[in-house]
């Protein structure tokens, strides 16, 4: 059964490094979310991807946060400088269309920020 | 926006019960009502969605029911095992392919 890539599955980084997270949709999904999840709270999204395109990232916060899919298939999610707040589970979701089409997740990357 | 309410946070049930696990949401013009079961460590897993032209769906042990009038949507799972033990997230969409809202979670024990 196919299934979404993610790694690595747990991050350890001081704050004010960079890390970054990667992700591999399910083969020919078109759309690709990063969502980032709190502990004890529901997935809240970050970035949607269109193909290559980035179709939403209003809750992206840009200072410090940025995500690409160059090619159109995987796609990487970088922050830079990681806070203490940052840490969280960062998932990626992939669906064959946008619309009206289930979501399916990745494992998760579990960032700790100390 | 929309904005999804989930309740209860936590529910223990003997194994054999019935669980019932509600969600409100606020935008009349969400269509479509997924429901993901996530593991310990693991990404959430889809485990049954139903949109806003159907009242009722069902498979096996699980079923949802959807409440437009009222804007809430229910799942049900019938002769709980100690493997349905795990954090169940509802969620509601928009048409158009927006971003999904997820509720805050109900983490689910069976007791053997």
């Known amino acids: 059964e196919a299934e979404v890539a993610q790694s690595p599955r747990y991050k350890i980084t001081e704050k004010s490094q960079a890390v970054a997270f990667w992700c591999d949709p399910i083969?020919?999904?078109?759309?690709l979310y990063w969502y980032r999840q709190i502990l004890g709270q529901g997935p809240e999204l970050l970035v949607q991807f269109q193909d290559e395109s980035v179709v939403d990232d209003s809750q992206l916060p840009k200072d410090r946060f940025s995500a690409e899919r160059l090619k159109g298939v995987d796609s990487t999610l970088k922050i830079q400088p990681a806070e203490l707040g940052d840490s969280a589970m960062y998932l990626c979701?992939?669906?064959?269309?946008?619309?009206?089409?289930?979501?399916?997740f990745g494992p998760g990357t579990r960032l700790t920020v100390t | 926006g929309e904005n999804v309410e989930q309740h209860p946070s936590t529910l223990s049930v003997q194994e054999g019960d019935s669980a019932v696990i509600k969600c409100t949401y606020s935008?009349?013009?969400?269509?479509?009502f997924p429901w993901y079961k996530q593991e310990l460590g693991k990404g959430p897993q889809l485990i049954i969605d139903?949109?806003?032209?159907?009242g009722e769906k069902k498979d096996q042990r699980i079923a949802v029911t959807l409440n437009k009038t009222a804007k809430h949507f229910s799942l049900h799972i019938t002769e709980t095992q100690p493997e349905d033990s795990a954090v169940y997230f509802c969620a509601a969409r928009l048409p158009g392919g927006s971003a999904m809202r997820f509720g805050a979670g109900t983490r689910l024990t069976v007791k053997p």
């Open positions: 139903i949109r806003s032209n159907v």
């Open positions: 979701a992939s669906s064959f269309l946008a619309v009206g089409d289930e979501q399916y």
């Open positions: 083969s020919g999904h078109a759309t």
């Open positions: 935008d009349s013009a969400s269509n479509y």
